[in-house]
């Protein structure tokens, strides 16, 4: 059982994640959900792929010290396709995985139209995602999308099968009343997953609130992605409405100020280092 609750914030690039570990958090969650925002454009419905979820994570790991968890989505095929990607995770620096349940191709787990794989494909899927990680330090949460599609009842079975077969925690997405997220925690005894989307299907709660209704784990994956997307929207349309930046004075960081976060004096000090005399 977690000592603690954590709160960790969603990243979709290096740049987040710096600014998130300057900001104190001890650990982040690279959502799939940003990851197709960023890099095509795109909604989280499939689009994403192994390949670009592995060379993702590998640029976040190499920016931060923080401990990264990756959206795996899927596995992106059978177990033999999530034995890969475990590795892939753990040989990019990767802390951790969610693994869920949905059936190929997926859609973000406050969206309709979900479908999920039988529980049997999943266990062998889970199984195989245990046996492919190298450290047992390497956290590994089983997530089920079954409420949306067979009701509560079996997506508490799903989630105490997973842990039986040996999830480090369990998520049940998209519970839509207090007394759905109630019932989780008494009814599971585990590491639970509480997915805080702003606008979302679940309904939001402080951390405190949460951590009383027994859920050790509070993700809020997309709030960075939608402040920032707020900000980027709202300085590009003073600039096209006025032709300058000047009403954004105080809400922009500064010259000085960003290349202090992307590290600039450190690599200074490298470049004098590696200078000729």
């Known amino acids: ?7 960790i914030p969603g990243v979709y690039d290096a740049l987040g994640a710096k600014i998130a570990q300057r900001a104190g958090f001890g650990a982040m969650f690279q959502t799939g959900y940003g990851t197709s925002a960023s890099l095509f454009g795109m909604p989280d419905y499939g689009f994403v792929g192994a390949a670009e979820t592995v060379d993702n994570a590998r640029r976040i790991c190499r920016a931060v010290s923080a401990p990264v968890i990756v959206d795996a989505d899927t596995g992106y095929g059978n177990a033999l396709s999530v034995w890969k990607i475990t590795r892939e995770l753990c040989d990019a620096g990767a802390a951790g995985m969610f693994l869920e349940d949905q059936k190929w191709p997926k859609r973000c787990g406050h969206m309709q139209g979900k479908e999920v794989i039988p529980q049997e494909e999943y266990t062998e899927k889970l199984g195989a995602a245990l046996d492919a990680r190298q450290d047992e330090d390497f956290v590994i949460v089983a997530r089920t999308d079954s409420r949306a599609t067979e009701g509560l009842d079996s997506a508490i079975g799903r989630s105490r099968q997973n842990l039986k077969t040996g999830a480090d925690a369990v998520f049940i997405e998209a519970p839509d009343t207090i007394q759905e997220m109630e019932r989780i925690g008494r009814e599971i005894k585990a590491p639970l997953v509480a997915n805080m989307i702003e606008g979302g299907a679940t309904p939001a709660f402080t951390a405190k609130k949460l951590a009383e209704m027994g859920f050790g784990i509070v993700l809020y994956p997309l709030s960075a992605l939608y402040a920032g997307a707020f900000a980027m929207a709202g300085v590009l349309e003073e600039l ?8 954004y004075t105080g809400r922009l960081l500064t010259f000085n100020q960003f290349n202090e976060v992307v590290g600039l004096e450190e690599f200074r000090d490298m470049e004098k280092k590696f200078s000729r005399k």
Do not use: N
């Open 1 to 7: 059982m977690l000592k603690e609750q954590m709160v």
């Open 240 to 247: 096209k409405k006025s032709g300058d930046t000047s009403a």
